[in-house]
């Protein structure tokens, strides 16, 4: 009987050491966690940053617009005009000069705002992954759960100790 009680009492104190490693590497889990919640909200401020960033680009890019409708339009009167010209051939050539330029320049323009447009999908794989917050969140709330528990486990391993 005494033999059983130690083996008993041997056991008792593995599952106390064993419950203290756990509840150890489960704080060192929820340290992480909570390093890795301050990572995401500086992500997540980043993130706005880089939204506030792509309304402002929207917004020139909405201007860039109607500039280019209005320099297309700048095109077409000049077009009209280089025909109604076509006269005198001297001034022609320096119309059909200045107009070839222009062209070239509206064409770097439209490329440059080309560049620097962004797609609907890069705003919505953005906005997925700051989804991930809410994930860790509940990871969390799962390990408040388990360190209760644990703690409610060694509350009755200390019980069962106080008996013997």
């Known amino acids: 009987m005494e033999e059983l009680l130690r083996q008993l ?3 008792v104190q593995g599952l106390v050491d064993d419950m203290s490693v756990l509840k150890q590497d489960m704080q060192t889990v929820k340290q992480k966690l909570g390093q890795l919640e301050q990572r995401m909200d500086k992500l997540e ?3 706005d940053t880089f939204e506030q960033r792509m309304d402002k680009l ?4 909405d201007k860039q617009e109607e500039e280019l409708r209005w320099l297309k339009e700048q095109m ?9 010209i076509r006269d005198n051939q001297l001034e022609q050539r320096s119309i ?14 439209m490329a440059a705002i080309r560049e620097q447009m ?4 890069d705003l919505s794989r953005l906005r997925e992954q700051m989804a991930t917050k809410k994930d ?10 388990q360190l209760g528990r644990i703690a409610k486990v060694e ?7 106080k008996v013997e």
């Open 9 to 11: 009492t041997t056991l």
């Open 96 to 109: 059909q000069d200045g107009m070839r330029h222009e062209i070239a320049n509206l064409r770097g323009d």
């Open 118 to 121: 962004a797609t609907k999908d």
């Open 76 to 84: 077409k009167e000049n077009t009209d005009m280089i025909k109604a």
């Open 136 to 145: 860790i969140s509940l990871i969390h709330q799962r390990l408040d759960y």
């Open 45 to 47: 401020q980043r993130m």
């Open 58 to 61: 929207e917004q020139r890019m």
């Open 155 to 161: 509350e009755e391993m200390y019980l069962l100790k």
